[in-house]
T-cell receptor
Framework: DTAVSQTPKYLVTQMGNDKSIKCEQNLGHDTMYWYKQDSKKFLKIMFSYNNKELIINETVPNRFSPKSPDKAHLNLHINSLELGDSAVYFC??????????????FGPGTRLLVL | GQNIDQPTEMTATEGAIVQINCTYQ??????LFWYQQHAGEAPTFLSYNVLDGLEEKGRFSSFLSRSKGYSYLLLKELQMKDSASYLC??????????WGAGTKLIIKP
């Protein structure tokens, strides 16, 4: 029943490690997103991706990379984790098209703590 | 630059009415969204305005003035479960959402 799901929900890891967060949506949406929400609660867009285009926020370090095996999945890979990467990462999806208001549906979030 | 401003925190009483304001500056405009986020949970969609005026949806209403770059979310008959952060987000010309930091709403009995 879950519309947008993410795994894992919690991730605790050491600096320098490489980790991945998985995201799946069963809404049939065209576009998926990754957001980072820091301790000040700002939601910062990292990537948006549909089958035509990957849009990257230029402030995102290239240690972060999205991987989309198919339309329903957009996974986030993070290399060489740093302390500042600790945050909550949200996946979201929306349906493309002017008639759909492009309302974004969010996953439950992955709480990443880098030690 | 692109910017969203909303108050950091507001307090209201159960059963009362509260208005949360949001001002925005974006490169182009394709609508204004309000989301609700309970602590430790994901944001959930509340409302969308692209034309000037008031949109009412049950206890929640949202208003937009494009000429003023201004929106508000109006919550009536406040309930304890309305305690949450309310996020304002404006969609720019590239259909990207620019998010505010959220307004933490505290409801007191």
């Amino acid at each position: 029943d879950t519309a947008v799901s993410q795994t894992p929900k919690y991730l605790v890891t050491q600096m320098g490690n490489d980790k991945s967060i998985k995201c799946e949506q069963n809404l049939g949406h065209d576009t998926m997103y990754w957001y980072k929400q820091d301790s000040k609660k700002f939601l910062k867009i990292m990537f948006s991706y549909n089958n035509k285009e990957l849009i990257i926020n230029e402030t995102v370090p290239n240690r972060f990379s999205p991987k989309s095996p198919d339309k329903a999945h957009l996974n986030l890979h993070i290399n060489s984790l740093e302390l500042g990467d600790s945050a909550v990462y949200f996946c979201a999806s929306s349906q493309e098209g002017r008639d759909f208001m492009e309302t974004q549906y969010f996953g439950p979030g992955t709480r990443l703590l880098v030690l | 630059g692109q910017n969203i401003d909303q108050p950091t925190e507001m307090t209201a009483t159960e059963g009362a009415i509260v208005q949360i304001n949001c001002t925005y500056q974006t490169s182009g405009f394709n609508g204004l969204f309000w989301y609700q986020q309970h602590a430790g949970e994901a944001p959930t969609f509340l409302s969308y305005n692209v034309l000037d005026g008031l949109e009412e949806k049950g206890r929640f209403s949202s208003f937009l003035s494009r000429s003023k770059g201004y929106s508000y979310l109006l919550l009536k008959e406040l309930q304890m479960k309305d305690s949450a952060s309310y996020l304002c987000a404006a969609m720019d010309s590239n259909y990207q959402l620019i998010w505010g930091a959220g307004t933490k709403l505290i409801i007191k009995p």
